[in-house]
């Protein structure tokens, strides 16, 4: 079992800053990859970032890239999500997810086997 709880949400300006943290307990963390998705109101949940088990690579969704910064901090069990230049687009609930070992996908939600239980972020215009 795994147990993933994230922080650090809230409500901010657009153009504003927020850093999700992601606190992982029950498995060894630096064994497995993480990743981060969003959902809006109305809509499906989405990939927003993920990272490798060693933090060597990472990957981004094209809405995100360039603001977004995933990181991880295996001595903690902690997985960081820097969000920077935030729009109102970026609202959402915030996940944070353990990828699934020998998962072939990055960017789906199926390919994840423990979630959060999410962190809302609200961004105003």
């Known amino acids: 079992q795994v147990q993933l709880v994230e922080s650090g949400g809230g409500l901010v300006q657009a153009g504003g800053s927020l850093r999700l943290s992601c606190a992982a307990s029950?498995?060894?963390?630096?064994?497995?990859?993480m990743g981060w998705f969003r959902q809006a109101p109305g809509k499906e949940r989405e990939f927003v970032a993920a990272?490798?088990?060693?933090?060597?690579?990472?990957y981004y969704a094209d809405s995100v890239k360039g603001r977004f910064t995933i990181s991880r901090a295996n001595a903690k069990n902690t997985v960081y999500l820097q969000m920077n230049s935030l729009k109102p687009e970026d609202t959402a609930v915030y996940y944070c997810?353990?990828?699934?070992?020998?998962?072939?996908?990055?960017?789906?939600?199926?390919?994840?086997?423990?979630w959060g239980q999410g962190t809302q972020v609200t961004v105003s215009s």
């Open positions: 997810a353990k990828r699934s070992t020998g998962g072939s996908s990055w960017l789906s939600s199926s390919e994840y086997d423990y």
């Open positions: 029950g498995r060894t963390f630096s064994n497995y990859a």
């Open positions: 990272i490798s088990w060693s933090g060597g690579r990472t």
